[in-house]
């Protein structure tokens, strides 16, 4: 079966600090990894993907997450936070044809 | 271009109406469409998905179905709308090969049940 966790529900950091969102995945195959940001009363916008093609990927808004095969993670982190990053991200994953979403890390950014 | 279209993009209706979301898609043919929904403070949970016409798998029972009248058309209804059924609902399809690969979501339907 495919789970995919989030383990922090709320993050809150202070501008130009870093960022770190963390989620962890179990799957029988080779799992399709995504980060999603939703803005409030925004759709979802993706991030970035892993789709095993390197192991650290790089997305948009400075984000990257690394895909650890022997941690199951897949981390989402930014060097330095921006007022503009506070919304809430699902750490998603797909193996088949179905997502399986994370429950959401609400991410707040403190001036 | 490829897109997807879903609306409205609000809706109130009383307990026990009726509901119809609709999602479609652009630029590409037989695709894999999927239905979402956000409860407050909670994740997205997958209510529906189409792998082709008539197909549909449903993974949680509910008060909602769902239908795929055309290759590109996704319908989510209800025939009376329970109070829990409020929430944010996404369409979504899935597209692309290799890294290309992945998931392209609606701007939603946020819906309030009173």
């Known amino acids: 079966a495919q789970s995919v966790t989030q383990l922090d529900s709320h993050v809150s950091v202070s501008e130009g600090t870093p960022v770190l969102l963390r989620c962890n995945y179990s799957?029988?195959?080779?799992?399709?990894l995504f980060w999603y940001v939703q803005h409030p009363n925004k759709g979802l916008q993706l991030l970035l993907k892993?789709?095993?093609?390197?192991?650290l990927v790089k997305g948009i808004n400075g984000f990257e997450a690394e895909f650890k095969k022997s941690e199951t993670s897949f981390h989402l982190t930014k060097p330095s936070a921006h007022m503009s990053d506070a919304a809430e991200y699902f750490c998603v994953g797909g193996a088949t044809n179905k997502l399986i979403f994370g429950t959401g890390t609400l991410l707040a950014v403190q001036p | 271009s490829q897109t997807i279209h879903q609306w409205p993009a609000t809706l109130v209706q009383p307990v026990g109406s009726p509901l119809s979301l609709e999602c479609t898609v652009e630029g590409t043919s037989n695709p894999n469409l999927y239905w979402y929904r956000q409860a407050a403070g909670r994740g997205l949970q997958l209510l529906f998905y189409?792998?082709?016409?008539?197909?549909i798998s449903s993974e949680v029972p509910q008060n909602l179905s769902a239908s795929r009248p055309q290759d590109r058309q996704f319908i989510l209804s209800s025939k009376k709308l329970l109070l829990s059924d409020s929430g944010f609902y996404l369409c979504?399809?899935?597209?692309?090969?290799?890294?290309?690969?992945?998931?392209?979501f609606g701007s939603g339907t946020r819906l309030t049940v009173v």
């Open positions: 979504a399809w899935l597209s692309g090969q290799g890294l290309n690969y992945g998931y392209t």
């Open positions: 892993y789709t095993s093609a390197a192991t």
């Open positions: 189409s792998v082709g016409i008539g197909q």
């Open positions: 799957s029988s195959y080779s799992p399709s």
